[in-house]
């Protein structure tokens, strides 16, 4: 019988904003696959469900034609919480046939579920699940990694990347450099280089693999001069421009354009930062355009542990280096500069002289001076244009998200916005 397991989201997902008011936690890039795709490649023969908030259900749906949505129909589920990283000991730990609760330090991660108690999870498929009515089960300890907030991801990320790196080329036949490399190029410990078809590196280009792997995807054109550094992943139909230089520990998701100075970052797809200027230990979500010369710092001048506003609280990331998080469909102007620990929410428009807030809520546009709401008849009609010039098309479900995020964040636009 194949296992049928549910990836879940709880109420931890709010520590993930403004990364996950546009997908569940579980669709969040760390390495060179999403975090659903690491389960789906270490359980490559479960049947998987899929559990989300419910403003989300209409777009994974969509998203996903082939798969069971915010429904159960079977008399045995493993549910798995989808903040999980998977990695091959956890299908091992997780074995077991008897009702069971899986923890980490005080976490539920996961729990194998039947009869009496599956039945009584089948009507709150809807949203989040709360797992915790199950503590009559027996528990039982596991040793796993778990993401809390987004800076997480990108800690994780260098892992991540040599982890999917070799699940993705262990078994591979051929050879690894199937586009094109053009004489010129330097390729450092070419072993640990992957370079997909219809890639082309251009003269002049290095590919340093002797601190980490780098994998590149189909149809990338990585320019003239460009040094990337493992650990390292580029992901299908990407550029690298004239110059740039990506250091260890970045993921450049598929379809963006990047240039200047990148490292330790996670750039989720669809966004653009293609010009002159810093990004360090930061993650960029989808449809996000950076202006020429934006900066970002990710190192405090004390060199202490950065504190970042999630959810509204302050939280002590534990680390010397967090930079940008960045939601889906937001932008900066030319020469911005943002602070150590800045969040920018989604759909947000920042430009201005000096530093803006290292908090700015969803929908706002502004910067240092002044900070007012973001239309959202205009945030929808900039957004469509924007797709439009990737032929991607926005649809009706990702237009409802727009205006369920909308209202989920006036209350914090009331909060800190100068101008509401």
């Known amino acids: 019988m194949v296992d049928v397991i549910c990836l879940f989201e709880d109420k931890s997902f709010s520590q993930l904003l403004p990364l996950v008011y546009f997908r569940p936690t579980y669709d969040l890039r760390c390495g060179i696959l999403t975090l659903r795709e690491k389960f789906q490649y270490y359980f490559p023969k479960s049947k998987f469900i899929l559990n989300c908030r419910n403003y989300l259900q209409e777009f994974v749906s969509e998203s996903n034609p082939k798969t069971i949505v915010n429904q159960m129909n079977y008399d045995s589920v493993l549910f798995i919480n989808g903040r999980v990283i998977a990695e091959s000991k956890l299908a091992k730990q997780l074995k077991i046939n008897e009702d069971t609760l899986f923890t980490h330090k005080g976490q539920i991660v996961a729990a194998k579920l039947s009869k009496g108690n599956l039945l009584s999870f089948k009507d709150k498929m809807h949203d989040f699940l709360d797992l915790t009515d199950l503590n009559h089960l027996p528990a039982k300890e596991i040793d ?102 990506i250091y260890e520990n970045t993921s450049i998701g598929e379809v963006c354009k990047v240039g200047g100075e990148v490292e330790g970052t996670i750039i989720h797809s669809y966004s653009n930062k293609q010009h002159d200027g810093f990004l360090g230990h930061s993650y960029l979500g989808m449809w996000v355009n950076l202006g020429a010369d934006t900066n970002n710092s990710d190192l405090k001048n004390n060199y202490g542990n950065v504190k970042v506003i999630i959810d509204g609280n302050q939280i002590d990331s534990g680390s010397m280096f967090v930079g940008l998080t960045m939601g889906d469909h937001s932008k900066s102007a030319i020469n911005t500069m943002f602070n150590t620990g800045t969040v920018v929410g989604v759909s947000s428009n920042v430009f201005g002289s000096g530093f803006p807030p290292k908090y700015i809520s969803s929908f706002s546009w502004g910067g240092s001076d002044i900070i007012s709401t973001y239309e959202l008849q205009k945030a929808l009609s900039v957004a469509k244009r924007v797709m439009a010039r990737r032929k991607v098309t926005l649809t009706e479900a990702e237009e409802k998200i727009f205006h369920k995020v909308f209202e989920l964040t006036k209350s914090e636009r009331e909060r800190f916005n100068t101008n509401k």
């Open 144 to 245: 796993v990694s778990v993401i809390n907030y987004p800076w997480d991801l990108v800690s994780n990320n260098g892992a991540q990347i040599v982890s999917d790196f070799n699940l993705l080329t262990g078994t591979l036949k051929g050879k690894k450099l199937r586009g094109k490399v053009y004489p010129g190029v330097s390729l450092l410990n070419k072993k640990q280089i992957f370079i997909d078809s219809g890639t082309t590196v251009k003269p002049g280009v290095v590919l340093d693999a002797e601190g980490g792997p780098i994998y590149i995807g189909k149809d990338v054109k990585i320019f003239p001069n460009a040094v990337i550094e493992g650990p390292a992943f580029i992901g299908d139909k990407s550029a690298i421009k004239i110059g740039a230089k």
